[in-house]
Each structure stands twice: as structure tokens, then as C-alpha cells.
């Protein structure tokens, strides 16, 4: 990263939640849902898949509780980095699982990643900005 004091990332329109675009590895930019109340980001299945992930024997597996508050059994895969607003940012673990259809994105970004920085929710402009801690 560099030594810039914020990134403003706009949210994607649209969308009623706070959606930005992100890459994960080299993999072209997807809506990702900034949620606060995910403690790991992740991403969908076909992502996963498109990234060359072996979804069937994972480096590792973990549990996600949903929406519906039942517990999962879901893939943990690590696409080395996460591009964001002009960020590169190493990420080692995220897990793989889909969306309910009406969130019309393709992950969620998790406080994995949002707890690194200083985020600031600007829904009167509609983007989400990033500061790095110092």
C-alpha cells in the first residue's frame, strides 16, 4: 500500500447495501458486500473456481454461520491478495460460499480485511472510505 491518508471507493449503484468492486489474485473486479457482521470476507464458488481452487481437498475448512443462523461447512482458500480501491492487500484465508440470490454480489468483504484500517460509511455519497492505521 501506499502512504496515501484515504481511499474513497464508491459503492456500486444499484445496489441498496454497501457494495464496492474488488479483485481477488489476478481475477477481473467483483461486487463485494462490506459487512460488518462477517468475521472473514469471501467469495462465491465460481470465483473460487475460476481462481484454480480445489474446493473438494481445501488447504483448510471452516464454519460460517448464515443469515438463517444455521452453521456451514465451507471451503477456506488463500488467493494471496485482494485489490481494493487502489490497495493491494495480502489475504491469506477467505471462504467460499455463495450468496442468497438477492444480494447480487459475489462475496462479502469481512472485518478480516475491514479492521486493518479506519472505514467510514459515507451513504451520502455513496462510498466507502478506507484510511491505513497507523
Do not use: C
Not at 60 to 78: A, E, M, S
Not at 107 to 128: A, I, K, N, S
Amino acid at each position: 500500500m501506499t502512504g496515501r491518508d484515504a481511499y474513497r471507493i464508491p459503492f456500486v449503484p444499484g445496489h441498496s447495501m454497501a457494495v464496492v468492486m474488488a479483485a481477488f489474485a489476478a481475477e477481473v473486479t467483483r461486487p463485494l458486500l462490506v459487512d460488518t457482521g462477517a468475521l472473514i470476507t469471501t467469495m462465491s464458488v465460481a470465483t473460487a473456481q475460476r481462481l484454480g481452487h480445489d474446493l473438494e481437498h481445501p488447504a483448510k475448512w471452516g464454519h460460517l454461520v448464515g443469515i438463517d443462523g444455521r452453521p456451514r461447512r465451507v471451503p477456506i482458500v488463500n488467493p494471496g491478495r485482494l485489490a481494493l480501491g487502489g490497495m493491494i492487500i495480502p489475504v491469506s484465508e477467505v471462504a467460499v460460499a455463495d450468496l442468497p440470490g438477492g444480494f447480487r454480489a459475489d462475496g462479502l468483504l469481512g472485518l478480516d480485511v475491514l479492521r486493518r484500517f479506519r472505514v467510514t460509511f459515507e451513504f451520502d455519497t455513496r462510498h466507502l472510505v478506507v484510511r491505513p492505521v497507523a
